[in-house]
């Protein structure tokens, strides 16, 4: 039965120093007491997003794609089921800014509005949580690994910001196989107030050098950036670290700014596989394809002109694709190339469907993984933004 709103301790909470230090698992059930939640479990989505992995070891994990757990994950809404032990169990998605982390379990013997509002904000606290210690709480990266990892994907992981980012201008969204044996892929965005910059890179090579060359590109790339240079400059910055520290070394990639107020997209393909765009569930061929520049490593006296900058003006809903060929050229069980015609059609298919930016690109690394007879050949990353105006 409804009770009332009780006193929030999370003020409480806050300010005992011991919660600080606690493992997330042990903090869980604190902070739940302190907003007034009954039992909570955490779960987060596995490296390659098919499971979801509670924190506490008395607890079944639960697959995203075949249960409600994985339903609140997918749509990132609340899904509410009968308890087996009675009462009833309310799933909700946690969330940190548009990044997917899980989900977290209420078990409790009823549901109410002011219940359900305390639940909310302990997913809301507990993303936030999880995001600040994840990056120095080796049980929690081990909580979400299926097997073990490869040094230059350890290496490049580490590189990687989180898949997922947006406002409610912008979502950015990336994907990244195979997961534990990555080599020379890698994709960086970032949100400023006025823009969205999108990179993605593609070191020849599948080794622990391929993986250097492609760290050296991503923090060359954001050491220009956060220092305010614009698209020819951050090429130039790219070119010149390549070329003083990696001189042997190169890597293709295409690096993209979005004007979040005007549409207008800039971009620089440097030996890369072209962007796609898709408008009103449609390819549009072509349309962001112009011919490349050499990739990223040559510095200027051995290019016979200067890194080109392209420009074009997007309309709202536009999504842009960036891939690298190891998602087209991957083989399916037949023996034959997923391509580029399939690529696309799979990402209007699950558009139209209404999936959320996140879950089209997970469902469409899962199809290729599932359709190859072995392992990728190559490196397999996709990232892919949609824009849409302000007052939309």
């Given at each position: 039965m409804p ?7 999370l003020e409480?909470?806050?300010a ?7 493992d997330?698992a042990?903090a869980?059930?604190r ?27 008395d607890?079944?994990?639960h ?12 749509t ?6 009968e ?23 209420i078990h409790?013997p ?7 509002r305390?639940?909310r ?10 995001t600040s210690?994840?990056a120095?709480?080796?049980t929690?990266?081990r ?9 230059p994907?350890?290496?490049l ?11 409610t201008h912008?979502?950015?969204?990336a ?13 960086d ?6 823009a969205l910059?999108?990179t ?22 954001r050491?220009?950036?956060r220092t ?7 090429l ?16 293709t ?8 107020a005007?549409g207008?997209l ?6 890369h ?7 009103d ?18 510095a200027a ?13 997007l309309e709202?809903g ?7 060929d190891g998602v ?10 997923f391509g580029?015609?399939r ?8 558009s139209?469907a ?9 469902r ?8 190859q ?19 939309r």
């Open positions: 009770t009332s709103e009780p006193p929030s301790g409480e909470f806050l005992d120093p011991d919660n600080a230090v606690l997330l042990a869980v059930p902070c739940a007491a302190a907003l007034g939640v009954p039992q909570a479990v955490v779960y987060l989505a596995d490296l390659q997003q098919r499971r979801l992995i509670p924190l506490s070891d607890a079944p994990a697959d995203v794609d075949d249960s409600l757990a994985g339903w609140a994950y997918r990132l809404s609340l899904r509410v089921e308890s087996p032990a009675g009462g009833m169990t309310a799933w909700l998605p946690l969330l940190d800014g548009a990044e997917r982390l899980g989900v977290v379990a409790t009823f549901l109410d509005p002011a219940l359900l305390r639940s904000a302990l997913a809301a606290f507990l993303a936030m949580m999880i210690k994840r120095y709480k080796d929690l990266v909580r979400t690994r299926s097997e073990p990892m490869r040094l994907a350890e290496m992981r580490a590189f990687l910001p989180p898949r997922t980012i947006g406002n912008v979502v950015s969204t994907v990244l196989e195979p997961a534990y044996e990555i080599g020379g892929d890698a994709f965005h970032s949100l400023t107030r006025t910059h999108a993605i890179v593609d070191a020849m090579g599948h080794n622990l050098l391929s993986g250097l060359t492609t760290a050296v590109a991503l923090a060359a790339c050491n220009g950036r305010g240079a614009d698209l020819p400059e951050l130039e910055t790219v070119d010149a670290a390549l070329g003083q520290w990696l001189p042997d070394q190169f890597c990639g295409v690096l993209t700014r979005l004007d979040l005007s207008v800039r971009w620089s393909n440097c030996g596989p072209p962007p796609l765009l898709i408008r569930n449609r390819l549009v061929d072509k349309a962001l394809e112009r011919e490349a520049d050499p990739p990223l490593g040559l006296p051995l290019r016979s002109t200067d890194r080109q900058v392209h420009e074009t003006r709202p536009d999504r842009v694709l960036l891939y690298t087209t050229e991957a083989r399916l069980a037949d023996g034959s190339e580029l015609e690529f696309a059609d799979s990402i209007i298919r699950a139209a209404g999936e959320v930016a996140a879950e089209v690109l997970r469409l690394i899962h199809s290729i993984l599932d359709a007879p072995a392992r990728l050949r190559d490196d397999a990353t996709i990232l892919m933004f949609e824009w849409q105006p302000p007052g």
